[in-house]
């Protein structure tokens, strides 16, 4: 496999690993977004620690109301700069299912979506960019036009994953289908 496409292999399936794009903007967004939550957080507390604030029930009343709008903003946007831009598909042949997760800086994984094999109607290769040197291997879901992006990588790289991708796909997919009989 190239650098640019990384398939690590699990007793479960296998990971594959790509850095689908550059990522520094988003990484640029999380960072904004940890900065901004901190400033709301320290409001929400600022508004306790003032010093003369009025301990009025009324000013109260307003004060918490304020401080836990604050700190559910704070919270939201520090979650968000934490949940990181590395996205890995799983393939988990035992389970006959397709995870996207999304790992951060710590190693800790969001799930961002879960597909069943039978959900899949067709791997292929995009060769739009391939003058430029890319090409990107998608999913498809079923018969529709809505696609997943696996990775990004050269032609020649792809196609081994695309068709270990689809031997994988068909032969869980066979299996299920003899179960259910």
């Keep these: 496999m190239s650098p640019s496409v990384l398939v690590n292999d699990a007793y479960w399936?296998?990971?594959?690993?790509?850095?689908l794009a550059d990522r520094r903007w988003a990484e640029v967004g999380q960072t904004a977004s940890w900065v901004a939550g901190m400033a709301f957080m320290v409001a929400a507390i600022g508004l306790w620690l003032l010093p003369g604030a009025s301990v009025a029930s009324d000013v109260m009343a307003m004060k918490f109301g304020l401080s836990t709008l604050l700190g559910g903003i704070a919270s939201l946007l520090i979650w968000y700069a934490?949940?990181?831009?590395?996205?890995?598909?799983q393939v988990d042949t035992k389970l006959g299912e397709?995870?996207?997760?999304?790992?951060?800086?710590?190693?800790?994984?969001?799930?961002?979506?879960?597909?069943?094999?039978?959900?899949?109607g067709g791997v292929f290769l995009d060769r739009t960019n391939a003058d430029?040197?890319?090409?990107?291997?998608?999913l498809r879901f079923l018969n529709t036009p809505k696609v997943m992006l696996v990775a990004v990588?050269?032609?020649?790289?792809?196609?081994?994953?695309?068709?270990?991708?689809?031997?994988?796909?068909?032969?869980?997919?066979?299996?299920?289908?003899?179960?259910?009989?």
């Design 13 to 19: 399936g296998y990971i594959i690993a790509s850095p």
């Design 82 to 89: 934490s949940r990181g831009v590395r996205t890995e598909i």
């Design 98 to 120: 397709i995870r996207e997760i999304v790992r951060n800086s710590a190693g800790r994984t969001s799930l961002i979506s879960k597909l069943r094999f039978d959900m899949i």
């Design 132 to 138: 430029r040197g890319e090409t990107a291997l998608l």
């Design 153 to 181: 990588g050269p032609t020649e790289h792809l196609e081994h994953l695309r068709n270990r991708l689809g031997r994988d796909l068909l032969a869980v997919t066979q299996r299920q289908a003899q179960e259910r009989r």
